[in-house]
C-alpha cells in the first residue's frame, strides 16, 4: 500500500559545481536552500536587497542589478526621521541617510557584479498580494511596519505577473547570455489573508510560472511548494508557528533539491565542506583541553579536504580552529 504522493523531480541539464555561481532571491526556500549552499562553500549570492515576498518586487532587484543602479536621495523614503527603502528588507533602514545609501549602493555594487557571472538564477515567488504607495503608485517590497493608510493592497493577476516577468527575463539574457533561471513557489502560507486568499494567490503564482517557462532563458521549475503541500502533507513537518516549514521538512526538501542539481563528486565535497563550518557553532563544555583535541580534529579534516580540494576557501574556518589551540 503506497500511503504517500511522491512528487516528479525535474531533470536539470547543467549541474551545481564549486565554478558554478549561484543567485537566490525571493521568499523563504531561497534563504533555505540558497544558505545552505553557503555552508558547503559555494559560490552563492542569496537576497542581496533582503527576503522578497511578491514577483514584481524581485523583477525590480533584478533589473537594476542589470542596470547597475546607483542609489541616491530619490531612493529613500523619509518617515519620523528614520529613512528607509521600500524597495527593501526592513533591515535597510537608518536614521543617517548617507550611510543607508552608502550600505544600499555597496549591496548594489555586489549584486550587479555577480549577476553578469551567475550560471544559476533560483527565483521563489510567495504571494501574488502586492502593496503599492498611495502617493506614488509604485510597489514596494516591504512595508517596514509603516502605518497602513500609506498603502493600497490588491492581488495581481497571473498574466500581469508574467508580462512583468518577461521583460526583466529579456533584460537578463543582453546581461548574460548562459544564465539558466529555475523558479519556485514558497510552500509558506500566507494566512494572514485567509485560507482560501492564500490558496487562489498561490494558484496566480503557479500560473504564471507556468507561462514564463516557454522563455528561452527559463530552465525548470522545482516543485519545492509540491513536495511540501503533497508529499509532506502533515502538520509534523510545520514549525511551531504552524505556518513555516520545520527543520525536517526543509531537510527532506534539500534532499530533493540537491539530487536534482549536484552530481555525486560535487555533492562529497559540499557536505565535507559543511560538517567543517557548522562545526564552528559546535559548543565546547569540557574545557581548554577538550577544545584543543576537537579543533586538532577539525583542522585535520581541513588539511584533508584542501589537499582534495584546494579550490575551496577554508581559511577562516582554519584560522578559527587554530585559535581554540
Known sequence: MELRTEVPLPVSPGKITFSTPLMFLGSCFANEIGYR???????VMTNPHGTLFNPFSVAGALDRFAASHRYTEKDIYLYQNRYMSLDHHTAFSSYDRDVLIGRLNDVSRAASEFIRRVS???VTFGTSYIYTLRESGAIVANCHKLPSSLFERRQA???EIATRWIETLDRLAEINSGLRIWFTVSP????SEGAHANQVSKAHLLLAVEELLAH?????YFPAYEIF????RDYRYYGSDMVHPSETAIDYVWEKFSSVFFDSPALRLWNEAARITRAMAHRITGGKQEAAKFASA????????KAKAPFIDLSSEE???KGML
Open 37 to 43: 549552499l553557503a555552508s558547503g562553500k559555494l559560490d
Open 120 to 122: 544559476f538564477l533560483f
Open 157 to 159: 493577476a497571473s498574466s
Open 188 to 191: 509558506v502560507r500566507h494566512l
Open 216 to 220: 528561452p532563458s527559463v530552465e525548470g
Open 229 to 232: 503541500m503533497d508529499d509532506l
Open 298 to 305: 577539525m583542522l585535520g579534516r581541513i588539511a584533508e579536504l
Open 319 to 321: 584560522t578559527y580552529f
